[in-house]
């Protein structure tokens, strides 16, 4: 038996682009990662501004957590028409002393869930997009906490 798969029409598609980036636009992908870092372990993790002058009233901060999206989207895990697509999303954290210029741990987190074509992904205003996003940064989060936490001897 041969099973034939019809491909998205062009107007699909291109309806579906607009979805996709408010998703990732209304995720806020960096801000979801650094809340959960302070959510999972607020004797380590503080949020700082841009300098370090407004570091909270009593607390040493030894090291700054820089984070950057290396990349994020939904790729084809099959060849052929209207493939399934999977989320990927790629962290960069990156921990530096604050005390001299020396980069103390530099982490890539990476999560990639499976999914279904983009149809699926696209429904109701990308509800599932938006999940597995939501999912892939509290996941990512978690990583680079241990990572961090396991790396570095920072009292707690």
Same mark, same amino acid.
């Given at each position: 038996?041969?099973?034939?798969?019809?491909?998205?029409?062009?107007?699909?598609?291109?309806?579906?682009?607009?979805?996709?980036? @408010?998703?990732?636009?209304?995720?806020?992908?960096?801000?979801?990662?650094?809340?959960?870092?302070?959510?999972?372990?607020?004797? $380590?993790?503080?949020?700082?501004?841009?300098?370090?002058?407004?570091?909270?009233?009593?607390?040493?901060?030894?090291?700054?957590?820089?984070?950057?999206?290396?990349?994020?989207?939904?790729?084809?895990?099959?060849?052929?028409?209207?493939? $399934?697509?999977?989320?990927?999303?790629?962290?960069?954290?990156?921990?530096?002393?604050?005390?001299?210029? $020396?980069?103390?741990?530099?982490? $890539?987190?990476?999560?990639?869930?499976?999914?279904?074509?983009?149809?699926?992904?696209?429904? @109701?205003?990308?509800?599932?997009?938006?999940?597995?996003?939501?999912?892939?940064?509290?996941?990512?989060?978690?990583?680079?906490?241990?990572?961090?936490?396991?790396?570095?001897?920072?009292?707690?």
């Amino acid at each position: 038996t041969v099973q034939a798969i019809r491909a998205e029409p062009t107007s699909v598609i291109e309806g579906a682009l607009p979805l996709l980036r @408010n998703a990732i636009d209304d995720m806020a992908v960096l801000g979801t990662v650094r809340d959960q870092l302070v959510k999972v372990n607020p004797s $380590r993790f503080v949020v700082l501004e841009e300098d370090l002058a407004g570091r909270p009233e009593g607390q040493a901060v030894d090291a700054r957590l820089d984070l950057s999206v290396e990349g994020i989207g939904l790729f084809g895990v099959e060849g052929g028409v209207n493939p $399934r697509l999977a989320l990927v999303l790629t962290v960069q954290a990156q921990l530096a002393s604050v005390r001299e210029p $020396r980069v103390l741990l530099v982490l $890539r987190e990476r999560w990639e869930r499976p999914g279904g074509r983009l149809t699926s992904w696209t429904a @109701n205003d990308g509800h599932r997009l938006r999940e597995e996003l939501h999912r892939a940064t509290v996941g990512i989060a978690e990583k680079i906490a241990a990572d961090v936490c396991a790396t570095c001897e920072v009292p707690q």
